[in-house]
């Protein structure tokens, strides 16, 4: 309970918090957890972005793979963290949200500033000309049949705007995240595992800069050491209970 307390006081101290986001926040919205025991990347071998580009047999098994995903990314639906955060900056206390999830689940829930570290699963992009259009349509033509879409442009093939294996991070993307990082007075850590560089290094450079971290997640980060408050459990659960508490006018 003191670390709650302590919590407390801390997002009730902050005025431009930031908030960094991993799979944790999504789960409780049934988005398939990648990483996890079970998950997806143990069922599917991934598919490179050198692997995508060599081979038209790739491209089919990495469309197989996000035709059969599809369901679960369409049908989720934001949750109590994300409705909590997309709250927090309506009240002007949050900068925004950075995040390494692919689900647009932040916007959906009203979050204006959201940083999508690793791109994002709503949008189809080709790599031939840079179109890019909503993946609901590249969908239907899965379903219709298509086994390896692509452009209607210019014939290049379609991949996920998502960033994959084997592909860099965007500089600017990055360059916006690490900007965030540095003007926060609060970092706020949810349900990421930190483990996945150079992403984990952008609550490294906030706490750098003398901001203090608030971790939530299910399992122990190599960062709690940092922290100064890390909570295990649910952050659909937690943080909402936290700014319950902080609107209350408890003391800070
Ligand atoms: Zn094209």
């Known amino acids: 309970m003191r670390d709650l307390e302590a919590a407390r006081r801390l997002l009730a101290r902050s005025r431009q918090a930031l908030a960094f986001t991993g799979a944790g926040v999504s789960t409780a919205s049934g988005v398939p957890d990648f990483r996890s025991p079970g998950g997806i990347w ?4 991934p598919v490179t972005l050198p692997e995508f580009l060599a081979s038209a047999e790739a491209r089919r098994r990495y469309w ?4 059969e995903t599809w369901a679960d990314f369409a049908q989720a639906r934001p949750n109590a963290a994300h409705e909590a955060l997309a709250r927090l900056e309506s009240q002007g206390r949050l900068l925004g949200v950075v995040t390494q999830n692919i689900d647009g689940l932040h916007q959906e829930a009203g979050s204006r500033k959201v940083v999508e570290l690793h791109g994002t699963n709503r ?10 259009g909503p993946a609901a349509e590249t969908h239907e033509r899965l379903a219709a ?19 994959s294996f084997g592909q ?3 500089p600017e993307v990055l ?24 992403a984990a290094a952008i609550p490294e450079a906030a706490a750098s800069q003398g901001a203090p971290m608030l971790i939530i997640n299910r399992e122990p980060t190599p960062l709690d050491g ?4 890390a909570l295990r459990g ?3 659960r937690l943080l909402p209970a936290l700014l319950d508490g902080v609107a209350a006018g408890e003391p800070a």
């Open 145 to 163: 049949g298509e086994e390896v879409p692509a452009c209607a442009g210019c014939g290049g093939p379609l991949k996920a705007a998502t960033i």
């Open 226 to 229: 940092l922290a100064a408050v």
């Open 42 to 45: 143990s069922r599917y071998r």
């Open 234 to 236: 649910e952050v659909e």
């Open 168 to 170: 860099a991070l965007r």
């Open 123 to 132: 949008r189809v992009e080709c790599l031939g000309c840079g179109w890019n």
């Open 175 to 198: 360059e916006e995240a690490f900007a965030l990082a540095r003007a926060a007075d609060l970092l706020l850590v949810l349900g990421s595992s930190l483990v996945v560089y150079p």
């Open 64 to 67: 197989t793979y996000k035709k």
